[in-house]
């Protein structure tokens, strides 16, 4: 038995999901002719309260159109330090639309509206860079899984309102913090210009992310998915197994949500661990006392094939997924309480 909780992108299709695939009518989508692709978009549509939804091979795919659709080269984003578009896309912004980013230093991957107007370069300045849209993380990956407090949200509305900037919520675990929160989407749709969600973390798919938003600002999405080499064929077979995790794998987070915060609460006993971060959805991020490296711990673990991440920094990382059944739970919570370092 193996304990991957490095990822909730690890999980492998159930067999209701694989039997959801293998019945996917399907068609060329470059048409916009493939019949489950367009359920599944319309899906995301009715869910948000958006009117235009588009379906994508990955989350950074989606989230790099659109910045390319809210920005022309040179202008620049306000995002949280620890985003994931800034870390973990590869430079993107800078290379797909030329834009650069003004970095807030949020609490957990999280910014307040505040920070967001202070952040602005004033438009007829033009020494600096024009401010043009404003991201957020919801829930913050490297702020581990914290939820977004949906007021803050609605008051950096209002300053990209009064700026005319547009606003992108990265929302690859927005699911996890609906659940969490019992937060209604449609609260969600009503405020951002463009949302992108991940069908393949703890929704369960093999692969896939939904980009959403208002239909005069979503018409060039097709184009730009197009060349960033993203306009695929028969994905009904994908969108299948989107819309199977719609119906059967949102309520279920709680339970990831639960054994989380489990693992949370047996950590901050445990004399060898410094310090354990709020658990609020799937993710916990803990650090080691001084003088036990992290490598070495990790090690151990993995010697008894349970595998956790480490995020630099001396952050740790577990995240708990839909593969990750209560016979793990109980045997990674055995190893924890027994672990000498
Ligand atoms: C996983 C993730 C993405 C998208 O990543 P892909 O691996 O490209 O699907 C985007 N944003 C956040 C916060 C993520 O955790």
Redesign the pocket.
């Known amino acids: 038995m193996i304990i991957d909780l490095r990822s909730d992108t690890v999980t492998k299709p159930t067999e209701g999901m694989m039997d959801a695939i293998m019945q996917a009518r399907t068609g060329d989508d470059v048409f916009k002719e493939d019949p489950t692709a367009n359920e599944l978009e319309q899906r995301f549509c009715d869910l948000f309260g958006m009117d235009y939804a588009l379906f994508f091979p990955?989350?950074?795919m989606a989230?790099q159109a659109a910045i390319k659709l809210h920005t022309q080269p040179g202008d620049q984003i306000i995002c949280d330090t620890w985003s994931?578009i800034f870390n973990y896309e590869a430079g993107g912004a800078a290379f797909n639309s030329g834009v650069s980013c003004k970095l807030i230093d949020g609490h957990r991957g999280m910014i307040t509206a505040e920070q967001v107007e202070r952040s602005i370069n004033p438009p007829d300045f033009y020494h600096s860079p024009l401010t043009k849209l404003v991201e957020l993380?919801n829930t913050t990956?490297k702020g581990g899984g914290a939820c977004y407090d949906l007021n803050e949200i609605k008051r950096i509305k209002k300053v990209c309102d009064t700026h005319g900037l547009s606003f992108h919520l990265?929302g690859?675990?927005l699911m996890n913090a609906l659940v969490a929160k019992g937060e209604d989407p449609k609260d969600y749709g009503s405020i951002f210009d463009t949302i992108s969600v991940?069908l393949?973390?703890g929704l369960g798919t093999p692969l896939g992310?939904v980009l959403m938003g208002n239909k005069e600002i979503m018409e060039k999405s097709i184009r730009i998915r197009k060349i960033f080499g993203g306009g695929m064929r028969q994905i009904g077979f994908m969108a299948a197994a989107g819309i199977y995790a719609l119906d059967h794998h949102v309520d279920r987070m709680k339970e990831d949500h639960q054994r989380a915060s489990e693992i949370a609460s047996i950590l901050k006993g445990l004399d060898f661990i410094h310090e354990v971060e709020p658990t609020e959805t799937n993710i916990v991020i803990f650090y080691l006392i001084d003088g036990i490296p992290e490598n070495r711990f990790m090690n151990d673990l993995s010697n008894k094939n349970i595998r956790i991440s480490s995020m630099g920094e001396g952050k740790l990382r577990i995240v708990t997924h839909l593969d990750y059944t209560s016979e793990m739970h109980d045997r990674f919570r055995e190893v924890l309480t027994q672990y000498s370092p």
């Open positions: 990955t989350g950074t989230n994931h993380e990956n990265d690859a675990r991940c393949s973390k992310t």
